[in-house]
């Protein structure tokens, strides 16, 4: 059984950066594609970026892209997100999920998921 556990999520100002980081417990993972997503209050979650085992292939979702990064540490069984030109509309938790095989965007394709990191960007 993988867990995942995020990191890094926080307040900050609109046009601020931060950082989020996804550990997992099992070193299998760096054979599996991982994912990023978010859900806001009142909102279904979201697909935000996927990375594949090898960090050969990244993908994101239009709203993210040139502003957010995905990558991984496969020798810390990590990976990170890092968001730069935040904005109110980034406000989410967001959550790190894992699966064997590819990257996809669907949700339910993923079979571990983190507790999630609370993002909130002010105005």
């Known amino acids: 059984q993988v867990q995942l556990v995020e990191s890094g999520g926080g307040l900050v100002q609109a046009g601020g950066s931060l950082r989020l980081s996804c550990t997992a417990s099992?070193?299998?993972?760096?054979?599996?594609?991982l994912a990023w997503f978010r859900q806001a209050p009142g909102k279904e979650r979201e697909f935000v970026a996927a990375?594949?085992?090898?960090?050969?292939?990244?993908d994101y979702t239009d709203s993210v892209k040139g502003r957010f990064t995905i990558s991984r540490d496969n020798a810390k069984n990590t990976v990170y997100l890092q968001m730069n030109s935040l904005n109110p509309e980034d406000t989410a938790v967001y959550y790190c999920?894992?699966?064997?095989?590819?990257?996809?965007?669907?949700?339910?394709?993923?079979?571990?998921w983190g507790q999630g990191t609370q993002v909130t960007v002010s105005s």
């Open positions: 999920a894992a699966k064997s095989g590819g990257m996809r965007r669907g949700g339910s394709e993923y079979r571990y």
């Open positions: 099992e070193r299998t993972v760096s054979l599996y594609a």
């Open positions: 990375i594949s085992w090898s960090g050969g292939n990244t």
